[in-house]
């Protein structure tokens, strides 16, 4: 083969027009450099809240972690209560074995090959890409048993504690512009007139507006960052001139419908990672140990005394006989932008921990779904024949069952067991595993025909004939099509998810109290619907109806926005294609 | 390998032996199972067919849609599992290749695909397109990948610029380049052309006609050419292989393939070629039906069931042609209500003599024989079968007919064996052109002069 291999590249010249993109910010690094600039001082802005959110990322895989690490020792634990203790420390490594296989699977292709050279075995293609797989599973195994069972360990949990308890520290140390220190609202009215405690003596509802107002404004700068690096990127670094996704993005921005859509997740989506400055009290003192913490108050005889949270949202009851409406202080001297609940909460920190619960659920309910789906999918539609029907058959067999009620027995199950995985966000997380479990299927019927389609395309034949292998094939030139109409379902979906949790928690299964829960309100405030209290009901209701028509709009839009045969009739790509 | 040109002679020595054969296919079949569990019947897409390519030059392969033709390529480069039969390249039997075997030996041989919209992946750009194959099988480094994709690009006829475009922005001519590109990546000795230019206008046709004869003359390469387009094949191609239902009917050097067809299917393909002259002589051969379903392939020739010079028995070779015809019709129909399968409804809706789809066979005897002046002897028979058929006893029917009016063509054997009997592989000219048809056995005549005395 190689005695015939032409050389015709010798006789070719280099353009001068061949650059990757990292040269191309070395040639002219400005544009790039102003935008970082840009986003370093917005990070530096909200440098607190960036290292709240790590610490959080921390607490989540800290989470996930530990419960993947207790898979294999209570497998191990159940085989070796029937089998003796010798089979249940075999099934424990076996178990910890398999898992580790299964993580390495698609991250070994990005191991360098140096790391199978060492051993020094003359191997083939395939071998070379198992011994990659084994080697990773040995050092998987091997660091999971050095922390399992040697003094290691302890060190180690030790490190983890301090890097997390680091982040804490810098989390609460840190400024940030939107921080409640640094413009506070909670304070109490002074007996001469004007507010003590609050930002520079203003009433705490300006206090609150101006926090509120400088969330969403720097929400929106930092968005509008962002899209202006994806514009710096395409206009001074990006070597195609045109890609497929400038055309998708173009007919994005012409949707109106869509941009709606867009606007109120993205409100909605500010709402929950911000809620901690949104809320006019904080969540912790109003909500969830609202007897744990006083607070400062000016009473009716002129003295400033101190209450409980506890004692005052039971004076401050939305019930129909009484009612803090919206945009109204209560006996307290307390800022209730949206009023307050039928016991006598705050109705805004309600909401804007609610959307935090109902965001966390449904990101990872449809994630979950989605990436079960995709994976399937993928392996369905390129393999057809016993994997196919076998997938049709388990999602069939989930299907069968209707949605709501496997949910509910589910979830009553764990919940009764007490299971750990019911203990995070009072169940919220259970939930979520669980609309994963009953939603794929769905996801999965809706993209099995795209894929199938996909995987009938020649590209994929001409793949197979030159020898890719068939996980790269599946990742390149399947998996991008299945993207799509995965992200346009997912986005459907997102709001039966959160209408569903809504609904489970109206009926008193789902998420427990204290968590906030929009559908919780609403079970709450549905008797006060006649009376002066209709707010308590009604505000939940309606934030629910639009964000899932949000959610909906959105990807009728991105649906639109993908298919390229939206508008034909303008192609300007075609024209500006040519050449040669 | 180095002392072959593009091959034009046709005389070449076809043997089995010749010292410059590339591929050799002995006995290949591929069928398709339907992927249910319970039927045994596979589509047979490729029924035992055998050739051999030489190096460097180029072999057509035609035939009508559905004959087996891409199966046959496919199978060839292994995207396709054989059921059977070997396929030798360079001495090595690439259908018992495994895994990283198959992987090295895949940069061998390439295919050119039919449709260039849908060989393309258009979230890749060009460049990423060509270099696939480059980076699949590790070549060099990847500046040395680039730029052999750009000197690929500027092989074809596109420029280093089209490096970044992706291939919603170019035309359907320049798509197939850009295939083309991706299909010389690996340097490859044999490419597998899937109708490369089916479905391009004709004025781009020409051109990636040539770009392929420039590209085969620059790089030794060697082509198996699929196409439909005769006109093409025979401007193109060294060899021309006739298929039809899976089996190769006529093989051999194009021109002598073209001016002088020894086997009835190649008579029949060639003369639906329009002719510019007005007052050209033979006649066109109308072929009658559809060709048979290649789950049910007919007993003996493949082709006997549309065949217009099938062999007669001697007791009515001066029948009538359109009774002929009209007892062909008839078998096929016979063949066809054997295989379906009647519901419960559909037998229920016959016992009370409701109509079903199954139109009672008095019905189809008329439409058949009519209008026609049958002879007493063998409209007797007719009637024979027809009630047979009527009573659901299929089998019988088909026995009688064969007894009476089936030859050799139909696989009865004339020595009187059970095994139905196909055709050989008969050596029509002195260039090792093959043609499989009982016509060729001296006991018979030959096709040509069968077809002129009918028509």
Known sequence: ?????????????????????????????????????????????????????????????????????????????????????????????????????????????????????????????????????????????????????????????????AITGGVDALASSLPAITSRDLIPNTGHRLPEGGWEGTFLGLSPAVAWAIRTGLVFAYATAFLAWMWRGFDVYRTHYRLADWTPRDDTVRRFRNNYWGLFGFAIVFVFVVLALWAPAVSPVEAQHNIYEPNAHEFEYLSDDGEVTSTTHVFANLQSRSDGQNTIGPMSYDDYGRWAPLGTTNRGQDMMTHLSHGARTSLVIGVTAIGLGALIAVVLSLLSSYYKGITDIATVMASDTIQAVPALLLIMLVSVVFQEADHPIAQPLDGGLLLALIFAFAYWPGMWRSIRGPSLQVSEQEWVDAAKSYGQTPLQTMRKHMAPYIAGYILIYGSLLIGGVIISTAALTFL????????????????????????????????????????????????????????????????????????? | MSQNTVSTTPDRDAAETAPDTMVKVRNL?????????????????????????????????VGESGCGKTTLGRTLIQLEEATDGEVLFDGTDITSLRGDQLYEWRQNAQMVFQDPDSSLNDRMTIGEIIREPLDVHEWKTSADRRKRVKSLLDEVGLSPEHYYRYPHQFSGGQRQRIGIARTLALNPEFIVLDEPVSALDVSVQAEIINLLEDLQEEFDLTYLFIAHDLSVVRHICDRVAVMYLGNIMEIGPTEELFTDPANPYTHALLSAIPKPDPTASRDRITLHGTPPNPRYPPAGCPFSTRCPTRIRPDEHEELDDEVWEGINGFREIIRERMRADRSIRERLRERIGWETRFATIDETYDELFGDLTVPDDVEAVLTEVAEAAGNHEEREALDRLNTEFGSVCDGVDPDGGDDPVEPEYYEVSDSGRLSYCHRHDDEHRETATVLDNRS
């Open chain 1, 1 to 161: 083969m190689s005695t015939r291999q032409r050389d015709s590249t010798d006789e070719f010249e280099e353009p001068d027009d061949d650059t990757l993109s990292r040269d191309r910010i070395r040639e002219n690094p400005r544009p790039a450099m102003v935008w970082l600039g840009g986003l370093a001082v917005l990070l530096l802005l909200e440098i607190g809240r960036v290292f709240a959110g790590v610490g959080q990322l921390f607490g989540i895989v800290g989470f996930t972690v530990e419960l993947l690490a207790s898979v294999p020792t209570s497998v191990g634990g159940n085989v070796g209560g029937t089998l003796g203790s010798a089979a249940g420390f075999v099934a424990t490594a076996i178990t910890a074995i398999l898992m580790a296989f299964a993580i390495t699977v698609p991250v070994a292709g990005s191991v360098p090959d140096g790391a199978v050279d060492v051993l020094g075995l003359d191997l083939s293609r395939r071998g070379h890409r198992w011994a990659k797989r084994a080697e990773l599973t040995f050092v998987l195994v091997a660091l999971a048993g050095l922390i399992a069972y040697t003094p290691f360990g302890g060190v180690f949990s030790a490190l983890i504690g």
């Open chain 2, 29 to 61: 079949k591929t069928y398709y199972d339907s992927g249910g569990l319970f039927d045994d019947r596979p589509v047979k897409a490729v029924d035992g067919v055998s050739f051999d390519i030489q190096r460097g030059e180029t072999l057509g392969l």
């Open chain 1, 508 to 580: 008193g299964l789902g998420i427990n109290p204290p968590t906030p829960e929009w559908g919780r309100l609403i079970d709450g405030g549905q008797s006060y619907v006649s009376t002066d209290s209709w707010h308590v009901a009604t505000i939940p209701g309606v934030a629910i109806v639009l964000v899932v028509i949000a959610f909906n709009a959105l990807g009728d839009a991105i649906r639109d926005a993908i298919d390229p045969e939206a508008d034909v009739d303008e192609s300007e790509a075609a024209a500006t294609g040519g050449g040669a």
